[in-house]
């Protein structure tokens, strides 16, 4: 049934795209999509109704590859804030 609903909704191009051969293939881009969009997998994992566990089982193929951008958000995560003091004597003296 679905093969036949989907030729009668969709024209030829979309019909023949990969992303509905099968009904689940386009939730499957969308999943990886958000995973890839860094999404966190708490997040992803409740818009698509899995475990965190479930998700990363199925899905962990899709965040592979992303060390040098968690690498650069660890180091912005640990950079001092421009925007807050430190704690370096700023010239004036108190008295």
Known sequence: MF????????????ASSPLLDVPYALRHA??????NAGVAPAQVAEWAGHSVAV????????IAGQQDEAMRRIFDATQD???????????KSSA
């Open 3 to 14: 093969h036949e609903t989907r030729a009668d909704a969709l024209t030829a191009q979309e």
């Open 30 to 35: 969308a999943v990886s999509t958000w995973l």
């Open 55 to 62: 998700l990363l089982r199925i899905y962990a193929k899709c």
């Open 81 to 91: 804030d421009p925007g807050e003091p430190d704690d370096q004597d700023d010239g």
